[in-house]
C-alpha cells in the first residue's frame, strides 16, 4: 500500500481530518496525522483539534512562564513510549545546547535547537504543544486540576504570535536505520570500561563512530546483555513489587522526560504495558520494542547498570536504572533485580 498524500493545505488538511471523525475514527493526533501523511504539526496548526494560538518561539521564557502555574502534567513521547508527569516546572535553567528542568517531579532535558513551532489549544484540556523543524511533536503542557487557568491564559495572551510561520503538511520522513561503520571493538571495549559518568558514554560512542546498538553488540555480555522480549515489563513488576524506586527515561531527538520514584499500577492492554500512577504514567507500545539489553557502565561511584529498549531501527525507545544520584552507589536491590533479568552476574 502506497503512503498517503497529505492534503495541499491546512484547510484541506482540517476537511480531511473531520471526514476521518465522521468515518468513526478515534485515532489520537499523532496516528491521526500519520494515517493522512500530514505532520503533527500541522493538523494542531490547521484547527481541527480545536482553535490553536500559535506562540512565539522563546523557549526559556515560554518554559519559565509555566513555574508560576502551579501543577501541569508535561509529556515527552517516541512511536513506542508516552511519558506522563505531573508536577512544577521548577528550575528552567540553559546549559550549553539544552535547558533544563530540575524540579523533584519535571525533570526535562531539552534541546531546543531543532524546535520551531508551538501552539496553545484551549478547550476542556488545554495544552501548549511545541514541534520539531520537520512537525513531529516534541514536548506538551497540558493544563490540570492544580494548574491555574487565569495564569494559563496571560502566558498564552503574552506569547501569541498570530504571524509564526505555518509548519510543514507533509508527514517527516521515517528515521532508517543508519549503515553502521566499522568499529574497533577491542578499543571501544578498554574506553568503556574507563568510563568514569555515564554521561560520558554518548561521547565515547562518538569517538568510535558507532551506534548504540553496535556498542552494545560488540562491548561484550559482562557490559551489555540482550535480554528477551517483556524483560522491561517485567523490571516494572519487580520494581513495583518491592516498591522499588526507578528512574525511567524516555525521549526523542529534541527531548528527555525523567521519572523518579517507585511505580505501582501496572496495566497490560491491547499491546500497551502501562504505569498508571496519580501522578506518573507510562505507555509503552511493547510488542514492537525490537531489542532489549542490560547494560553496565562504569563510573566513579562504581558500576550503574540500565536496562535499555531500542527500535527496529536502533533508536533509544526507553532506559530503566534504579533511582540515584551522583555520588551515590547503585541500588543493590536494582542490580540484583537486573541481574535476575539477565540470568547471570553483573559486572562489577
Known sequence: MSDPIPPASLAALAAAHRAQV??????????????????????????????????????????????????????TRNALAVHERKGVYESVEPTGHALLVLGPDIDLRLFPRGWAHAYALGGERPSIQIFANDGSAV?????????????????????????????????????????????????LRAEWLELKDTHDFFGLLRRHGASRRQAFRLAGEDLAQRLPAGAAAEALRQAAALAL???????????????????????????????????????????????????????????????????????????????????????PAWRALAEGLAGRPLAA
Do not use: C
Not at 510543514?168 to 536505520?177: G, H, M, Q, T
Open 22 to 75: 465522521e468515518a468513526g475514527s478515534r485515532l489520537r493526533a499523532r496516528d491521526a496525522a500519520q494515517a493522512l501523511g500530514a505532520s503533527e504539526a500541522a493538523l494542531v496548526a490547521s484547527g481541527a483539534l480545536g482553535e490553536a494560538t500559535p506562540l512565539r518561539p522563546d523557549w526559556l521564557d515560554l518554559l519559565r512562564g509555566l513555574t508560576p502555574l502551579g501543577r501541569v502534567m508535561a509529556l
Open 139 to 187: 514536548h506538551k503542557v497540558y493544563a490540570t486540576e492544580g494548574t491555574d487557568r487565569a495564569g494559563w491564559d496571560a502566558l498564552v495572551a503574552a506569547f501569541a504570535a498570530p504571524d509564526a510561520a505555518e509548519p510543514p503538511i507533509a508527514l517527516p520522513p521515517a528515521v532508517e536505520s543508519g549503515a553502521e561503520t566499522p568499529v574497533d571493538a577491542a578499543a
Open 245 to 331: 524506586p526507578i528512574m525511567l527515561f524516555v525521549g526523542n531527538r529534541h527531548a528527555i522526560q525523567i521519572h523518579t520514584g517507585p511505580v505501582s499500577r501496572l496495566v497490560d492492554a491491547q499491546g500497551w504495558f502501562n504505569v498508571l500512577d496519580p501522578d506518573f504514567n507510562l505507555h509503552l507500545k511493547e510488542t514492537e520494542v525490537a531489542e532489549i539489553w542490560r547494560v553496565v557502565k562504569p563510573t566513579a561511584d562504581g558500576a550503574v547498570t540500565s536496562i535499555e529498549l531500542l527500535d527496529a531501527q536502533g533508536e533509544t525507545v526507553a532506559m530503566l536504572f534504579g533511582a540515584r544520584k551522583p555520588g551515590q552507589p547503585e541500588l
